[in-house]
């Protein structure tokens, strides 16, 4: 009866040991097992993946990039309003762009050319890390490379929808009856894709550090979204998952571009609806400190 005891003892020991050891093995990620649902960001993790990417030593990563150290500084010049005017006109902004919304039913008729470079123009003012101006904006009207891209994009985007982007995010997107067929990318006159270059390439062939590259140009797809608004065009904001490379290389662009943004720009069709959605008031988005 005593000798058992230890024995006993040593059994519970090791049970209390094993109990530690597996209990929160239902969390832990196994060897060789994928990542938990919630930590895969499909949306981050494979649009930035670019197997057509150059390897670094083929474009001169290790070389030290060129500086310019001096610019002249000039004095500013701008406007400013008296207080009343400042309010009408950020009255008049805010009216002009609430009415913005994404428009996925574009109408085939051709857009002025002059009006696609001024708010290109107009986006390219945008603020850039260390004013690196790491943007490129690819303007396509030729309907066969229209269609070429519509195509990249429907075979990617079929396998987002039944594959990559899970139960969850269709479940979020079913408000829009949005799903991979975009038709707009045919009947837009205008496509506007807008490249990030995740480094530049300074005249002597050296690579120039693109500070912030992802930011700026956000930054300024938002100052051409406002432009486009401002001159009546439509468009809707798309960020084709996993079609990158493909259409960087279709498009004929360098490796330190990544696609960051497909803009379809032109009119609204006649029958275009839109989701009856609403926006936050200013007391649920803005915290005065
Ligand atoms: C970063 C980003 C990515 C988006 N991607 C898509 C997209 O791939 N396809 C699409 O139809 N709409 C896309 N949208 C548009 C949103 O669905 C739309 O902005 C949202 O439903 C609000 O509607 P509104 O733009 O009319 O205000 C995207 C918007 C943003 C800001």
Request: glycine residues 6%; charged residues 30%.
């Amino acid at each position: 009866m005593f000798f058992l005891t230890p024995v006993l003892v040593a059994v519970v020991c090791i049970l209390i040991v094993w109990i530690f050891k597996n209990g929160d093995g239902s969390s832990k990620r196994r060897k060789g097992e994928p990542r938990a649902r919630a930590e895969v960001r499909p949306w981050v993790d494979e649009d930035l993946k670019d197997n057509t990417d150059l390897h670094q030593g083929e474009e001169g990563a290790n070389d030290r990039q060129e500086s310019e150290e001096d610019v002249e500084h000039i004095p500013f010049s701008h406007t400013r309003y008296p207080e009343k005017e400042m309010v009408k006109r950020s009255q008049e902004f805010y009216a002009l762009l609430s009415k913005r919304r994404s428009v996925r039913f574009i109408s085939s008729e051709q857009v002025p050319m002059e009006v696609i470079d001024n708010v290109i123009k107009t986006a390219g003012t945008a603020p850039s890390g260390a004013h690196t101006e790491p943007w490129t904006f690819v303007v396509v009207k030729d309907p066969d490379v229209k269609h070429k891209i519509r195509e990249i994009i429907e075979e990617e985007e079929e396998i987002n929808y039944l594959k990559r982007m899970g139960r969850q995010w269709v479940t979020d997107l079913k408000k829009l009856r949005t799903n991979w067929v975009k038709e707009y990318l045919d009947t837009a006159p205008v496509l506007i894709l807008i490249f990030k270059q995740v480094h530049g390439v300074a005249a002597s062939g050296k690579r120039k550090v693109h500070y912030y590259n992802e930011i700026s140009v956000s930054i300024a797809c938002g100052i051409l979204l406002a432009a486009l608004q401002n001159v009546g065009l439509v468009t809707v904001t798309t960020t084709p998952l996993n079609c990158g490379p493909r259409l960087r290389v279709l498009l004929g662009r360098p490796t330190n571009e990544k696609l960051l943004m497909l803009l379809p720009v032109g009119y609204a069709s006649k029958e275009a609806t839109v989701p009856n959605l609403t926006r936050k008031p200013v007391d649920q988005i803005r915290v005065i400190v």
